[in-house]
């Protein structure tokens, strides 16, 4: 599996942006996507999970619920992070990742700044 990020940015505190992530060759054995990111001198962390059955059970780090929403479009074959009420420490590098049956991809990252 093959996974393109984009959509990062510069935005201000309180502003919204919309990360894509594009999949790509065996789509069909991608059980989890989901979006990590790595702030600067951090470890990179967990930021939302959508499974890929019917119904697409979800999950949000503590610091993103409310504000951040994941997606898929699997006519796309796409996923999206919908992040609302960016916060300057949400300033990371995103990156998309997809759980497969024979192991796990990660798309390149893409950087969000918030700042004013």
């Known amino acids: 599996v093959q996974l393109q990020a984009s959509g990062g940015g510069l935005v201000q505190p309180g502003g919204s942006l919309r990360l894509s992530c594009a999949a790509s060759?065996?789509?069909?054995?991608?059980?989890?996507m989901g979006w990590y990111r790595q702030a600067p001198g951090k470890q990179r962390e967990p930021v939302a999970l959508?499974?890929?059955?019917?119904?697409?059970?979800?999950n949000y780090a503590d610091s993103v619920k409310g504000r951040f929403s994941i997606s898929r479009d699997n006519a796309k074959n796409t996923m999206y992070l919908q992040m609302n009420s960016l916060k300057p420490e949400d300033t990371a590098v995103y990156y998309c990742?997809?759980?497969?049956?024979?192991?796990?991809?990660w798309g390149q990252g893409t950087q969000v700044t918030v700042s004013s």
């Open positions: 959508i499974s890929s059955s019917s119904g697409g059970s979800i």
């Open positions: 990742t997809a759980f497969t049956i024979g192991g796990r991809s």
């Open positions: 060759g065996d789509i069909f054995s991608i059980t989890i």
